[in-house]
C-alpha cells in the first residue's frame, strides 16, 4: 500500500435493525489497520467511539428517542424505537457516514437527519447524580478515545479524527 495516498469512503444507511453500522465499524477498523494508523489497542477504542457515534446518530438523531426513556421500566426505550423504525418520517431516514483516510489520519464524519442538538446542554456523566443513570456515557467515550471531535451548528453531524499513533512499518 505504499503507492496509496489517501482514500475517500462514502456509506448511506437507514434506521432499520440489522446491524449495518456494526458491519461499516469493521470495514472502517480493517482500513485503519491497513493504513496503520494505530495499534490493535486503539483499533478496538475506535470501533467503539463509532458504534457509540452510529447509535447516537440512528437512535437519537433519526429515530429520535430521549435517553431518559432508558430509565423507564418494561423496556420502553426498545418499544418506541420499534415503533419508530416503522412510522413516517423517522422510517425514511438515513445516516450519512464519510472516511477520508491518509497516511497521517483518519476523518469520519457521520450526519443524520434529526433534528440535531447542543452537546454543550449535555449532563456530565461523571457528576455524582448521573454516574447510575443507564445513558449519557457515549459521546464521554468518544471524546476520550478520539484525537478530536466535533460537531457542526446543528447538532446532527459528529466529526472524528484519529491522527496516526506512530510510524507505520515498513514491508
Known amino acids: ?26 470495514y472502517l477498523q480493517n482500513q485503519l489497520r491497513v493504513w496503520q494508523l494505530c495499534d490493535e489497542a486503539d483499533l478496538i477504542r475506535v470501533g467503539t467511539a463509532l458504534h457509540e457515534a452510529f447509535i447516537n446518530a440512528i437512535e437519537h438523531g433519526n429515530l429520535e428517542l430521549a435517553s431518559d426513556l432508558r430509565d423507564q ?10 415503533k419508530r423504525r416503522q412510522e413516517s418520517p423517522y422510517c425514511d431516514r438515513q445516516v450519512y457516514v464519510t472516511a477520508h483516510l491518509s497516511r497521517d489520519q483518519a476523518e469520519i464524519t457521520i450526519r443524520d437527519e434529526g433534528p440535531g442538538f447542543d452537546p454543550g446542554r449535555l449532563p456530565d456523566p461523571t457528576e455524582p447524580e448521573n454516574i447510575g443513570k443507564i445513558s449519557g456515557r457515549g459521546l464521554l467515550l468518544i471524546r ?20 496516526r499513533s506512530s510510524e507505520p512499518k515498513r514491508a
Open 144 to 163: 476520550t478515545f478520539m484525537d478530536e471531535v466535533y460537531f457542526n451548528e446543528t447538532g446532527n453531524k459528529i466529526t472524528l479524527i484519529k491522527r
Open 73 to 82: 421500566p418494561d423496556g420502553a426505550y426498545q418499544i418506541a424505537g420499534e
Open 1 to 26: 500500500m505504499a503507492c496509496l495516498a489517501e482514500s475517500h469512503l462514502v456509506f448511506v444507511l437507514g434506521v432499520s435493525k440489522g446491524g449495518a453500522h456494526e458491519s461499516i465499524v469493521g
